[in-house]
């Protein structure tokens, strides 16, 4: 969650430090002001080149997300094809964050791959946000609550008191942003460096990314417009949480339509 009300801190080595998640959203304002870049480690770019479909004359092959070389969880790749393959993102460019991995997918409309990175986390494993928790103040929500909550969420780029964030469920207060400092104990950055998926579980709920990624992914893809973001649940089953990405008509393994 993010916090409302928070002092501008300082440019230290050129890292923003921004507010940590907690109580009461703000009211939305959907047009970000113009942020810095600081150094963080992020994935290298990725380059964009060939076709997202495979095109097979006279016979209807599935639609198929493009990750691009990068290699996906099964449960990702599986929510991911199913998207594409339905049209469940509206035709809105869509995240998936695979909670297990610690790993966060940008997609453009069509499901090809914009950028992937590591991100941290809610601090608890766990499926469902606290009821109420929005409201809560960071000191009263405890160690068990400090979950990311799993499911499809529609978001859009908004701010809180002071900075620009990606809203996933404004309702209590999740949301996709740039790392922060936090207490002195999270090592935050630290931990966003290492490959280790153990080592991001940290945050009160909402998931940090990269400073540069934030800068030239996020903010690029939902500049003018909303978004879909899944996220992959960590206790539930996915076909608890996206019973339909596991019907008859999910897409899975070499792109035969298969259940969970």
Request: proline share 6%.
């Amino acid at each position: 969650m993010v916090t409302k009300i928070i002092a501008s801190g300082a440019l230290l080595a050129s890292l923003l430090v921004l507010p940590a998640c907690s109580s009461i959203a703000p009211p939305r304002n959907v047009t970000d002001m113009p942020v810095t870049s600081g150094a963080m480690p992020a994935d290298p770019d990725i380059s964009i080149g060939r076709p997202l479909f495979a095109a097979s004359a006279g016979v209807e092959q599935p639609q198929r997300a493009d990750f691009l070389g990068e290699v996906p969880s099964e449960d990702a790749r599986r929510v991911a094809d199913w998207v594409v393959n339905s049209g469940d993102n509206d035709g809105l460019p869509f995240v998936i964050i695979d909670k297990l991995r610690a790993k966060v997918f940008i997609f453009n409309k069509s499901g090809r791959l914009l950028g992937a990175t590591l991100a941290l986390l809610g601090k608890a494993r766990g499926d469902d946000s606290t009821a109420g928790i929005g409201h809560e103040k960071l000191s009263a929500i405890g160690p068990d609550e400090r979950t990311t909550p799993a499911g499809r969420f529609v978001a859009e780029l908004g701010r809180d008191y002071e900075h620009g964030v990606l809203w996933v469920d404004y309702h209590d207060s999740i949301a996709l942003h740039r790392v922060i400092r936090g207490t002195p104990g999270d090592h935050r950055f630290q931990r966003l460096a290492t490959t280790s998926a153990l080592d991001k579980r940290i945050t009160y709920g909402c998931i940090n990314v990269p400073i540069k990624f934030y800068d030239d992914v996020v903010l690029e893809t939902f500049a003018d417009t909303t978004g879909i973001v899944y996220i992959l649940p960590d206790t539930k089953t996915i076909q608890e949480v996206f019973p339909k990405a596991c019907s008859a008509e999910g897409v899975i393994g070499n792109g035969s339509l298969q259940t969970c």
